[in-house]
């Protein structure tokens, strides 16, 4: 079962939104499997530190490498170790699915300043950005990254299942959706997604993601793969 185990400070955060909708329902029929560490439960003073101060001053506070590294260890081994980081390789689609076939993920969620460079080598963590800003804690991350996973792994999303349709499939932002009703404050539905000619449809929505891409995602649209070669005969 594909198991996604996180450490935080915050373990009362989770399941949070993981536990409703899609992800939700997922995890009660034991699709997906989701445990909370307390690192502070690997503290070992009276008051539970799990930080301390920055080498070389400044402000803020740093989460400590030894308490870290004793709640990774208790995560076992076997599953990518991600750290939650604004430095980190920014999070795509292929990243997602990539994660999503393997056997899960323990995430580490970052607090305070950041936390002591040293537990990053020493237990290998791969650090994953979810955007360029940045959040006061790496919860809220984890959450983004495990949402996108599990909507991924087989039965999940069911017969909506559309995820080669989606966004960033090929490469290409998606099409415009419509529904009922056809005229909504003068604006019509765009007349060949009634048609019924399939062909059509496709042919529309294709051009309408290529457009949608080229004005808003020109990095993308240079990025994009190649259209597969045409086979003759
Ligand atoms: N001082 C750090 C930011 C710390 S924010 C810096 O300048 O890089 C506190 C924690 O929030 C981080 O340790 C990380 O776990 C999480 N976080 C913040 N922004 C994030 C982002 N864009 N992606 C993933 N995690 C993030």
Not at 131 to 159: N, Q
Not at 171 to 187: D, H, K, S
Request: with cysteine; net charge negative; hydrophobic share 45%.
């Amino acid at each position: 079962m594909w198991a996604a185990s996180v450490l935080t400070i915050f373990p009362e955060m989770f399941p949070g939104p993981l536990g409703l909708s899609l992800a939700g329902k997922a995890l009660a029929n034991g699709v997906w499997a989701l445990n909370t560490i307390d690192i502070r439960d690997y503290a070992t003073d009276r008051h539970r530190s799990v930080d301390d101060t920055p080498a070389g001053g400044g402000p803020g506070m740093v989460m400590k490498a030894d308490v870290l590294a004793r709640a990774i260890d208790a995560a076992g081994d076997g599953r990518p170790r991600l750290l939650m980081s604004p430095r980190g390789v920014p999070l795509t689609q292929a990243r997602v699915a990539a994660l999503a076939e393997g056997p899960g993920v323990v995430a580490v969620c970052g607090r305070f300043e950041g936390i002591d460079e040293r537990v990053i080598e020493a237990r290998g963590l791969q650090e994953v950005s979810v955007g360029d800003y940045v959040l006061s804690g790496g919860e809220i991350a984890a959450m983004a990254l495990i949402d996108a996973c599990v909507r991924l792994l087989p039965g999940v999303m069911g017969a909506e299942a559309s995820a080669g349709e989606e966004s960033f499939a090929a490469g290409l932002l998606e099409y415009p959706q419509y529904t009922r009703p056809q005229v909504f404050e003068g604006r019509p539905i765009p007349q060949v997604l009634l048609s019924g000619d399939h062909a059509k449809v496709a042919a529309f929505r294709r051009a309408e993601a290529e457009r949608l891409t080229r004005e808003r995602r020109p990095d993308l649209w240079t990025a994009r793969p190649a259209k597969p070669e045409k086979t003759t005969g």
